[in-house]
């Protein structure tokens, strides 16, 4: 069946400029995560979503990050006027159930870069 | 919370030798040990993972140990061949709050 998706695959933006990422799931997967890739480093987590349930924002680095989820499903990550330091691979992850350590499956992600 | 360190960071083995990424986490709480090979430009995709249950979990060159009481867990790649090159992750997830904590990334090189 189809994998976790993301768009777009690249974007290039000016500094101070908003973008928005999307994340298209897995099907009746109720648990998404998103993360921010910089080169060569970790994955840095930056939010997650149950269900209908509030949203866990603890790993949000400042409040020009904001994501929502509707209806369960899609999930858009909006970055309000871009720094450079923004500027990394945006992941998005979808696992079946989040409780039990159910396993994650990756989009391939979003790679922003912030002239 | 939780803290997963991964090493080493850099990793260069001959084909056919053992490759061997460690990692250690701090709560004890954390209970599925998932192992993501990253090869470059592409997603993270799991490659194996272990709970903590088991002791070890193997799928034909690829094995996970774990050590609860010591709270380190290890990948094993055996007769390694260069399509083996890649970042390996670790990550440790803790039920309270459904979050996994990954470590910093092995970037494994195999020479032919």
């Known amino acids: 069946g189809a994998g976790v998706s993301q768009s777009p695959s690249n974007k290039v933006t000016e500094k101070g400029k908003d973008v928005e990422l999307r994340c298209d799931p897995i099907?009746?997967?109720?648990?998404l995560y998103w993360y921010r890739q910089s080169l060569g480093q970790g994955l840095e987590f930056l939010i997650y979503?149950?269900?209908?349930?509030?949203?866990?924002k603890s790993g949000l680095p400042s409040d020009r990050f904001s994501a929502e989820r509707t209806g369960g499903s899609v999930s858009t990550l909006t970055i309000q006027r871009t720094q450079q330091e923004d500027s990394a691979v945006y992941l998005c992850?979808?696992?079946?159930?989040?409780?039990?350590?159910?396993?994650?499956?990756f989009g391939p992600g979003t790679r922003l870069l912030v002239l | 919370g939780e803290n997963v360190e991964q090493h080493p960071s850099t990793l260069s083995v001959q084909e056919g030798d053992s490759a061997v990424i460690k990692c250690t986490y701090s709560?004890?709480?954390?209970?599925?040990f998932p192992w993501y090979k990253q090869e470059l430009g592409k997603r993270p995709q799991l490659i194996i993972d272990?709970?903590?249950?088991?002791g070890e979990k193997k799928d034909q060159r690829i094995a996970v140990t774990l050590n609860k009481t010591a709270k380190h867990f290890s990948l094993h790649i055996t007769e390694t061949q260069p399509e083996d090159s890649a970042v390996y992750f670790c990550?440790?997830?803790?039920?309270?709050?459904?979050?996994?904590?990954f470590g910093t990334g092995t970037s494994l090189t195999v020479i032919p």
């Open positions: 992850a979808s696992s079946p159930l989040g409780a039990g350590g159910e396993t994650q499956y």
């Open positions: 099907s009746g997967h109720t648990a």
């Open positions: 979503f149950q269900g209908n349930s509030a949203p866990d």
């Open positions: 709560d004890s709480a954390s209970n599925y």
């Open positions: 272990i709970r903590s249950n088991v």
């Open positions: 990550a440790a997830y803790r039920p309270t709050g459904n979050q996994f904590y």
